[in-house]
């Protein structure tokens, strides 16, 4: 059982920047990111394999998010620049024990972060 502990959500103006933190309770394959929107449903937004720091990207993100790791710590992140309204959502840091991008299972995931960027 991997416990997932996500930070750094909060309130921002378009254009912004923010970080998210997500912390493991232990080592696991891939840990990535969700986020749900008011009204719907939840989309992948980014992920990383932790051996190898292989990334995948929804277009909507690409560009302007970025996630990095932290192996020692088992710590991902994600940076998300040159925010928009749209990114308003809960943010939901996952893990998958056996494979990684947006089609991978993710068996583990956090209680959810807000994001509200405003106009």
């Known amino acids: 059982q991997v416990q997932l502990v996500e930070s750094g959500g909060g309130l921002v103006q378009a254009g912004d920047s923010l970080r998210l933190s997500c912390a493991a309770s232990?080592?696991?394959?891939?840990m990535g990111w969700f986020r749900q929107a008011p009204g719907k449903e939840r989309e992948f937004a980014a992920d990383?394999?932790?051996?190898?720091?292989?990334?995948y990207y929804a277009d909507s993100v690409k560009g302007r998010f970025t996630i990095s790791r932290d192996n020692a710590k088992n710590t991902v992140y994600l940076q998300m620049n040159s925010l928009k309204p749209d990114d308003t959502a809960v943010y939901y840091c996952?893990?998958?024990?056996?494979?990684?991008?947006?089609?991978?299972?993710?068996?583990?995931w956090g209680q959810g972060t807000q994001v509200t960027v405003s106009s």
């Open positions: 990383i394999t932790m051996s190898t720091g292989n990334t």
């Open positions: 996952a893990a998958s024990p056996r494979s990684g991008g947006p089609h991978a299972t993710y068996d583990y």
């Open positions: 232990g080592r696991t394959y891939a």
